[in-house]
């Protein structure tokens, strides 16, 4: 019902910057909140950070200072803006979507962050 896609991951020096980008497209009305996941080679997935519709922001402590998410309900779009990247920033995102209690998840973008 929902489809989730991620693009903006790339390979950065630490301390330089990316932005991430999900489009949300087919029934895209009802989604509570959106948001972001990450999962490092042999590590589980783990939130970074999410937002509601209402606008309310959640992050993960290890990223609340550097990762600010947002979102362009004209375009069913949200955004994760990631400043002073480190090397553990390096993992596989994955976008998340909740709709009628229910999840969705992007196939993931690689950012990897190099020393």
């Known amino acids: 019902q929902v489809q989730l896609v991620e693009s903006g991951g790339g390979l950065v020096q630490a301390g330089g910057s990316l932005t991430l980008s999900c489009a949300a497209s087919g029934s895209t009305f009802d989604i509570a909140a959106m948001g972001w996941y990450r999962q490092a080679p042999g590590k589980q997935r783990d939130a970074v950070a999410a937002?509601?519709?209402?606008?309310?922001?959640n992050y993960a402590d290890t990223v609340k200072v550097r990762f600010a998410i947002s979102r362009d309900r004209t375009k069913n779009t949200v955004y994760l803006r990631m400043d002073s990247l480190k090397p553990e920033d390096t993992a596989v995102y994955f976008c998340?979507?909740?709709?009628?209690?229910?999840?969705?998840w992007g196939q993931g973008t690689q950012v990897t962050v190099s020393s």
């Open positions: 937002i509601t519709i209402g606008g309310t922001t």
């Open positions: 998340w979507g909740n709709r009628w209690d229910r999840d969705y």
